[in-house]
C-alpha cells in the first residue's frame, strides 16, 4: 500500500464520518422548508435562535448518551434525566436564591450525579447487565426517591442568579446557554481524541478484545463513563432549574427519549467507538424543529411521541442494521 | 460408592440450576404471604390476588420468549396499552358485536407490533433493546393518538374475560365454567398452552437455538431472523391477552397503563430463571417468576409503606431481582466450571 492510497482510505473515512453530519445538516433544512410551507413564520430569525435555545438542553443530555454510547457493549443511560430532576428538586431549597449557596448546591448535584452514575456503572461494567435496564430500574429508584421527597416537603426555593443568567438570559440576541454548548463541544472532542482516557473508552467501544488486548481496562474505563455521565446529568439539572426558575417534579424525564435520538441523529455508532459532539448538537436542533413543526400543526404530544419514535427507528435502520455480514 | 457419588453429583447439578432457588423463593413467598394474610388461600381473596397478577404473568411469558430467543422487548408495555386504546376506540357500549370487531383490530395490530419489532431485530439486525426502545415511542404515540386521556367505551360482554359473574347476560354454559375456573386462570391457561403447544414445535425449539448462539444456529440452517420474528410474534399474542383482560377489567383504554410492566415483566422472567444472554430458560418459569414479583408487592403492600415509597421500592426490588439473578447464573456456571476442572 503506497501513501496515496493510504491517505485515500483515510480521507474516506472521513468522508464517511462527515457523511452522516451532512445527513442531519440537511434533515434540519428539510424541516425548515416543510415548516416554512406549513406554518408561517417558521424561518424567521427569532424562531430559529429560539429552536436552537430549546434545543441546547437536549444536546447537553446527548452528550451523556454519546459518552455512554462510545464506549460500546450497548452503552446508553436513561436515567440522565431523572438524575437532573432530583438535583434540580434537592438543590432549589438549597440555592434559595442565593449566589452564596451555589457551592453548596454544586457539591450536592455532584453527589448526586456520583451515586448513581456509579451505581449504573457497576451494574453495567462489572455485573454486565444490559445498561438500558439498568438505567431503566435506576430511573425508576430516582424517580421514586423525588416521589418520596415531594410527598414530605413542597418544592421550595429558587435557582442562584449565576445560573439564571447562564441558562435562561441572553447577551444581545445570543442565548448564553449556547456560549455553554460552543465552549465545552470543543473540550469533548478533544478530551476524546487525544487525551488517554478518551482513547482508550473508543477503543473499547471499537473493539472489546483487541482494547483489552492492548492494554485497556474496559471495564473500568466503561464505569467511568457511566460516572461521567451521571455528573454531567446532575450538573445540566443544575442548568435545567436556571433556565426553568424554580423545580417540577417531571422537569428532566422528558429529554430522556430525545437526547438518545439526538445522538443516533448525530452519528454516533450505537455499537461504540464513533461519535462527534457537533453531530449530536446538530441532532439535538432536528428534533427540537420537528417538535416545533408536529406542534405547530397541532399534533402535539402524541405526534412528539410518534415522530420521535419512527425518525429514531428508521435512523437506526439505515446507521445500525448490519447486513452486510452474511 | 461410585453410584453414591454419581448421585450427589446429579443433586448437586440439580441445586445449581436457577430453576431450584426460583420454586425455593416461590414456597418461602408463599408461606410469608399466607402467613401475612390469613385467608389467603380462600377462594376469594385468592381469586382477586390471582387477577392483579395476570397481566404481569402474560406480559413475563411473553418476554421470556423474546429473551430466550436472544433478544429484549422493551415496547411491551406500551404495546399493551396501544392494544387497550384500539380495542376501546373500536367498540361501541350500545353495539355488542362491536367487541368482535375490536378483538379482531386488535388482534391485526398486536401481530403488526411483533412484526415490526421483528423485523428490527431479525432482519435488519438493529440490537433488540435500541430497536424495541424505538419503536415503543411509535406505540406509545400511536396509542395517545387514539386517546389522549384515560377512557373510551367497551361493550358490556368484555367483563367475561375479567370475571364472568360479574356479566349477568352470560350463557348458562359459560357462566357454571367461570364459576368453576376464573377468567383470569382461563386466560393464563391458554398462554400456557399455546406455548406448550409451540414449544413441541420446530420452531419453538428452534428459538432456544437462536438464542443460545446465533451464529452457530445460522450455519447449521436455521432462518435465524424469521425465528426472531417469530419470537416477537408469540410475545405479541401474550400482550393481546393481557389486553383483553385490562380492557375486561377497567372497561376503558389508556395510554400510559403499560409503562411500568416492562420492566418488571423483564425482572419477572429473570426472576424466573430466564439469562438475559439468551438461549436458557423456560416460559412456565417466568410465570412463576411473575408470582415470586408480585408476592414481593404484595408483602410490601401489608407492611404498610406508604404510597409515596412506591416506585422506588419496586424499583429497588426490580434492580436486586436482576442483578441477583445475574450474579447467581454469572457464579454457579463459575463454580460449575472450577468443579470440571477439578474432576
Given at each position: ?49 429560539l ?26 443511560d ?114 476524546l ?26 471495564k ?46 448525530g ?60 | 460408592?461410585a ?10 447439578k ?34 382477586r390476588t ?21 433478544g ?46 421483528g ?28 386517546r ?7 361493550v ?32 393464563v ?16 425449539r ?138
Open positions: 500500500m503506497n501513501g496515496t492510497s493510504i491517505a485515500l482510505s483515510g480521507f474516506r473515512r472521513n468522508a464517511d464520518k462527515q457523511k452522516k453530519l451532512i445527513i442531519a445538516f440537511l434533515l434540519i433544512v428539510f424541516l425548515f422548508v416543510l415548516g416554512q410551507v406549513a406554518v408561517s413564520n417558521f424561518l424567521s430569525f427569532g424562531q430559529v435562535l429552536t436552537i435555545k430549546l434545543a441546547s438542553f437536549i444536546a447537553l443530555f446527548g452528550l451523556c448518551q454519546m459518552i455512554v454510547m462510545v464506549g460500546g457493549g450497548d452503552g446508553l436513561l436515567s440522565v434525566g431523572y438524575t437532573a430532576t432530583l438535583t434540580a428538586v434537592l438543590t432549589a431549597s438549597i440555592m434559595n436564591g442565593q449566589n452564596a449557596n451555589l457551592g453548596m448546591a454544586l457539591l450536592v448535584a455532584l453527589a448526586i450525579g456520583l451515586l448513581v452514575g456509579a451505581a449504573n456503572g457497576f451494574l453495567a461494567a462489572y455485573v454486565k447487565l444490559p445498561p438500558l435496564i439498568v438505567t431503566l430500574s435506576m430511573s425508576l429508584i430516582v424517580q421514586g426517591g423525588i416521589n418520596v421527597y415531594t410527598a414530605g416537603a413542597d418544592i421550595t426555593g429558587k435557582p442562584s442568579p449565576i445560573l439564571q443568567t447562564i441558562a435562561a438570559k441572553s447577551t444581545g440576541v445570543f442565548p448564553n446557554i449556547l456560549v455553554v454548548l460552543l465552549v465545552i463541544a470543543p473540550i469533548v472532542m478533544v478530551v481524541s487525544r487525551t488517554k482516557w478518551g482513547l482508550a473508552l473508543l477503543g473499547a467501544g471499537t473493539n472489546e478484545t483487541a482494547a483489552f488486548l492492548g492494554g485497556v481496562r474496559v473500568r474505563v466503561r464505569f467511568a463513563s457511566f460516572v461521567i455521565s451521571g455528573l454531567l446529568a446532575s450538573v445540566i439539572g443544575l442548568l435545567l432549574l436556571g433556565n426553568m426558575g424554580l423545580a417540577f417534579k417531571d422537569m428532566g424525564s422528558n429529554y430522556v427519549m430525545p437526547s438518545i435520538a439526538a445522538a443516533v441523529v452519528g454516533v455508532s450505537m455499537s461504540g467507538g464513533e461519535g462527534n459532539y457537533f453531530g449530536v448538537i446538530l441532532g439535538a436542533i432536528f428534533l427540537q424543529t420537528l417538535t416545533n413543526l408536529l406542534v405547530a400543526i397541532g399534533w402535539g404530544d402524541a405526534g412528539k411521541w410518534l415522530g420521535f419514535g419512527i425518525v429514531l427507528f428508521t435512523l437506526l435502520i439505515v446507521y445500525v442494521s448490519d447486513r452486510r455480514v452474511r | 460408592m453410584n453414591n457419588s454419581k448421585g450427589a453429583r446429579a443433586l448437586r440439580y441445586l445449581a440450576k436457577p430453576e431450584f432457588s426460583t420454586l425455593l423463593i416461590l414456597v418461602a413467598m408463599l408461606i410469608l404471604a399466607a402467613f401475612l394474610q390469613r385467608n389467603f388461600f380462600d377462594a376469594k381473596p385468592l381469586n390471582l387477577n392483579a397478577f395476570t397481566p404481569l404473568i402474560l406480559l413475563a411469558m411473553g418476554q421470556a420468549v423474546v429473551i430466550i430467543s436472544g429484549l422487548d422493551l415496547s411491551a408495555g406500551t404495546a399493551l396499552s396501544l392494544l387497550t386504546c384500539v380495542m376501546t376506540s373500536v367498540m361501541h357500549k350500545a353495539n355488542p358485536e362491536t367487541g368482535l370487531y375490536a378483538i379482531l383490530a386488535a388482534f391485526a395490530v398486536a401481530i403488526v407490533i411483533g412484526v415490526v419489532n423485523i428490527g431485530m431479525g432482519y435488519l439486525r438493529i440490537p433488540s433493546v435500541i430497536a424495541t426502545f424505538a419503536t415503543s415511542y411509535i406505540w406509545l404515540g400511536a396509542a395517545l393518538f387514539l389522549p386521556t384515560p377512557g373510551g367505551e367497551s358490556a360482554w368484555f367483563k367475561v374475560f375479567y370475571d364472568v359473574k360479574v356479566y349477568a347476560n352470560a350463557p348458562p354454559a359459560l357462566k357454571a365454567f367461570g364459576a368453576a375456573v376464573p377468567s383470569a386462570l382461563t386466560l391457561l391458554v398462554g400456557c398452552i399455546f406455548w406448550f403447544v409451540l414449544s413441541r414445535t420446530r420452531t419453538g428452534y428459538i432456544y437455538a437462536v438464542g443460545s448462539n446465533n451464529t452457530s444456529a445460522y450455519e447449521s440452517g436455521i432462518n435465524t431472523a424469521r425465528i426472531q420474528l417469530w419470537a416477537c410474534v408469540i410475545n405479541s399474542v401474550f400482550i393481546f391477552l393481557a389486553a383483553l383482560f385490562f380492557v375486561g377489567q377497567n372497561q376503558s383504554g389508556d395510554a400510559r397503563m403499560g409503562d411500568p410492566l416492562t420492566l418488571r415483566a423483564i425482572a419477572a422472567a429473570v426472576v424466573g430463571g430466564v439469562a438475559l444472554a439468551g438461549g436458557r430458560g423456560s416460559v412456565f418459569f417466568a410465570l412463576i417468576g411473575a408470582v415470586i414479583l408480585s408476592l414481593v408487592n404484595k408483602i410490601i403492600f401489608f407492611a404498610n409503606i406508604p404510597y409515596a415509597y412506591q416506585t422506588l421500592v419496586s424499583g429497588v426490588i426490580v434492580i436486586i431481582a436482576i442483578a441477583s439473578s445475574q450474579g447467581y447464573t454469572l457464579y454457579s456456571r463459575k463454580s460449575m466450571a472450577r468443579r470440571g476442572k477439578l474432576a
